[in-house]
């Protein structure tokens, strides 16, 4: 099995920045794919961004030049640092882990950008 736990979201004026965290364990693969997802109220969950192990970044084109991804593979982070936030990037953020043996998601950490 495989446990996802994430941090550091909170309330953040717009403009401001914010660091999630997610970290892994269980039975982790060498070869994976980790990233955030989000899904705000009323909508359905979307794709942030996602890192694999050997490196490929993929964004959404909402969050292109504002957020970015990055991992510690030795220690089955991944990061996800948030600049310029929008009052649209408010959601509940969720860490997700894809690999051979399927997908798992984190528990989800709320993200709340005021005006």
């Known amino acids: 099995q495989v446990q996802l736990v994430e941090s550091g979201g909170g309330l953040v004026q717009a403009g401001g920045s914010l660091r999630l965290s997610c970290s892994a364990s269980?039975?982790?693969?060498?070869?994976?794919?980790m990233g955030w997802y989000r899904q705000a109220p009323g909508k359905q969950r979307e794709l942030v961004a996602t890192?694999?192990?050997?490196?490929?970044?993929n964004y959404a084109n909402s969050v292109k030049g504002r957020f970015t991804i990055s991992r510690d593979n030795a220690k089955n982070t991944v990061y996800l640092q948030m600049n310029s936030l929008k009052p649209e990037d408010t959601a509940v953020y969720y860490c997700?882990?894809?690999?051979?043996?399927?997908?798992?998601w984190g528990q989800g950490t709320q993200v709340t950008v005021s005006s």
């Open positions: 997700r882990l894809a690999q051979v043996t399927g997908a798992y």
């Open positions: 269980g039975s982790i693969g060498r070869i994976n794919e």
């Open positions: 890192m694999t192990s050997g490196g490929s970044t």
